[in-house]
């Protein structure tokens, strides 16, 4: 289920020329605020929660989750260089499951690894804040990943759809309307987050069950359904 | 076994270009201007998805409904409680809807520019009569009259609706204009960051995330930066940190020399501040106009 041709060709997508660059600058641009916000307020658990669940979790995994799940497999429909991929005797299901693979991966290190260095920059840790929420950020990143890549290929404007799904639906509607919270792939991962750690600074709108089976379900759904979209994929030209 | 080759044709009337019987054009050649306007009036029409696909209007009318709604909510609710001044003030307006906005700017600043890049044919519009600065001009202005109908539209709504309202017209109308004022600078910023960005990559999702990171997580970053520099007794600060995103620039513009109210945690700008802001939001976007005309200098050629 695993091919790694797909996968070495995917990661070199996703990562190769400049584009690591591009995807590593959003991280440091949050390690260098975690840095200067300890020297300005020095350690402080509450505002180290704030910075990470404002700006890393609802911000920067889902941006990055976008990036990697649509540009996993989004770039090779628009060009039609995918039907080269396709032609070959390779099971469509596990062309999707490869491509997720590396995208769950990519996402967890540009957006997992620099929440929980920001976090120990930020307050050391104190109460597991940092751990919680790496995490969320894993456990997210793995939603995320999967849920992107079917929209990459579902949709032509796959990002932009993504996009409105994280920032309006989950930033916007969420801190509005207190029911689209438990349609949150954040929410979902901060409840898990919450049940690791056990801490009060962290905590979820949904229950640890709900959270769990919704992730559990969103994340096979999407791989399954994507699957079965790239077994019947017709290739459209530009409009 | 050497072949002798027939030297060099010699120079003369025996090299000439065969006329192979196409019929010349000698009608009117509508020039420059012309061919400007038209990449104009293109690019704005196909901002709004006009003339392109049903699948390409979702969007920007999608973005255009979700902004102007709330606009009429708020002045059906205060025609209906007969208030005095409408719940948010006109310069106010853009920076509630700046996620609205920026994914407005992030979709189709990359709609304009990147599939000229990627499909090859920049080349074709420079073999025509206009030169670099035209396409970066028609471009540019393009994409801030689109931004402007959007911005302006709400304002629009909300003026009508207070005049409506009977609520008083010399107040109304001021604040109207100070609120257009404000949209067109963001228009314009917006606009060029968007572009700049854009014109850097042929693929259109990578260009979309690009902007989009730029304009929401400075402004996450920055709204942070400030809510932290106040509750620490450095308020002096806050409006200097203003200065690193796009949407405080113009948030701090609008209250330090708009007469908006203040969006920032503690004191607002002072005047002085407000017109470092508008120095910096000018120079913003001759700098993207610049980099703009220096990309296209030797693109895709």
């Known amino acids: 289920m695993y091919d790694p041709t797909v996968a070495r060709l995917t990661y070199r997508a996703l990562l190769g020329r400049r584009r690591a660059l591009i995807l590593g600058a959003l991280p440091l641009l949050l390690i260098v605020i975690s840095v200067v916000v300890r020297g300005l307020a020095g350690a402080d658990d509450q505002t180290a929660s704030d910075l990470l669940g404002g700006l890393a979790l609802a911000t920067m995994v889902p941006i990055i989750g976008v990036i990697a799940g649509t540009g996993a497999i989004g770039p090779e429909i628009d060009d039609g260089s995918v039907v080269y991929l396709l032609s070959k005797p390779i099971k469509r299901p596990t062309i999707i499951l490869t491509k997720l693979i590396v995208a769950i991966a990519v996402t967890m290190v540009f957006s997992a690894l620099p929440t929980m260095i920001a976090g120990l920059i930020l307050n050391g840790n104190g109460q597991q804040i940092a751990v919680a929420y790496t995490v969320a950020a894993l456990v997210a990143s793995i939603a995320y990943a999967a849920l992107f890549l079917l929209l990459g290929t579902v949709s032509r404007h796959a990002v932009v759809f993504g996009l409105v799904y994280a920032l309006v639906w989950e930033a916007l509607f969420g801190s509005l309307v207190p029911g689209a919270r438990t349609l949150s792939v954040q929410q979902w991962s901060l409840a898990v987050a919450h049940k690791v750690t056990g801490g009060d600074l962290v905590t979820s709108d949904v229950s640890l069950t709900t959270g769990t089976v919704l992730l559990v379900a969103v994340t096979v759904l999407a791989t399954w359904y994507a699957g079965q979209k790239l077994r019947s994929l017709t290739l459209a030209g530009e409009e | ?301």
């Open chain 2, 1 to 301: 076994m050497a072949v002798e080759h027939p030297p060099a044709t010699p120079a003369g009337d025996q090299s000439r270009i065969h006329d192979i019987g196409y019929r010349g054009y000698d009608g009117p050649r509508l020039g420059r201007a012309y061919a400007r306007r038209s990449l104009y009036s293109q690019t704005l029409r196909g901002s709004y998805g006009l003339g392109r696909s049903v699948k390409s209007k979702v969007l920007p009318m999608l973005l255009f409904a979700v902004i102007c709604v709330p606009a009429a909510i708020m002045v059906a609710v205060a025609v209906a409680t007969k208030a005095h001044d409408l719940p948010v003030p006109y310069t106010r307006y853009a920076i509630i809807m700046q996620a609205v906005i920026s994914l407005y700017v992030a979709s189709q600043a990359p709609q304009a520019v990147s599939r000229d890049l990627r499909f090859k044919t920049i080349p074709l519009y420079f073999s025509r009569p206009i030169e670099t600065a035209d396409y970066v001009q028609a471009k540019f202005a393009a994409l801030a009259s689109a931004l402007f109908v959007l911005t302006g539209a709400p304002l629009v709504v909300l003026y009508l609706g207070a005049l409506l309202a009977k609520m008083d017209f010399g107040h109304q109308t001021k604040g109207f204009g100070q609120g257009l004022l404000s949209a067109a600078l963001l228009s314009l910023l917006f606009a060029g960051i968007g572009l700049v960005i854009a014109s850097v990559t042929p693929r259109r999702g990578f260009g979309i995330a690009a902007v989009i990171a730029v304009l929401i997580v400075s402004y996450g970053a920055v709204s942070t930066l400030q809510a932290i520099a106040d509750s620490q007794g450095s308020s002096g600060a806050v409006p200097w940190i203003g200065l690193f995103s796009p949407v405080t620039l113009i948030g701090g513009l609008s209250s330090g020399l708009l007469g908006g109210t203040n969006t920032f945690p503690g004191d607002g700008p002072s005047h002085t501040q407000g017109a470092v802001y508008l120095l910096v939001i000018v120079g913003l976007v001759a700098a993207c106009y610049g980099l703009l005309l220096r990309r296209y200098k030797k693109v895709g050629l």
